[in-house]
């Protein structure tokens, strides 16, 4: 019941995100995806995963290898548990040029590996683009920050 109310709120989140009107800036609509997708990705809501991520997109993970949409998508089935892991966004600064906006900033993650809780903090890149007037990520690229 926990993760049908949680996919719930994820949705409504991201459908109010869509039918903002021009009145709220872009970089804290790109702000608001950014967390929609954290959300998303916590409660393995592929449905708006699919929405948040243009079909071309790439991931870099921060072991250098390449992802795309789809093979990332299938990766949700295996995450673990939304109890076990936690991705907080510590920092988000956004830049727009036209139709193209830039994300960077630090994420923390929180869970359980192999039996021992473990904290990492990774610095990203997001590239965000507008396609017929809604912002879908094309590419995004996560670093682990040692200290």
């Not at 809780?117 to 017929?132: G, L, P, Q, S």
Request: hydrophobic share 45%; aromatic share 8%.
């Amino acid at each position: 019941m926990k993760v049908l109310c949680s996919c719930a709120l994820v949705a409504v989140v991201f459908a109010s995100l869509v039918a903002q009107d021009n009145s709220g800036s872009t970089e804290s609509k790109i702000v608001a995806m950014e967390k929609a997708w954290n959300q998303a990705y916590k409660f393995r809501d592929k449905k708006a995963l699919g929405e948040i991520l243009h079909d071309s997109m790439v991931l870099v993970n921060d072991d250098g290898s390449l992802q795309s949409k789809s093979v990332f998508l299938a990766s949700v089935d295996a995450a673990r548990p939304s109890d076990e892991q936690q991705a907080e966004p510590e920092s988000i600064s956004v830049r727009v040029f036209g139709d193209v906006a830039i994300a960077t900033g630090v994420f923390r993650e929180k869970g359980v590996e192999n039996g021992k809780a473990y904290v990492r903090r990774n610095r990203f890149v997001d590239t965000w683009v507008n396609r017929n007037g809604a912002w879908v990520c094309v590419a995004a690229s996560a670093t682990p920050m040692l200290h």
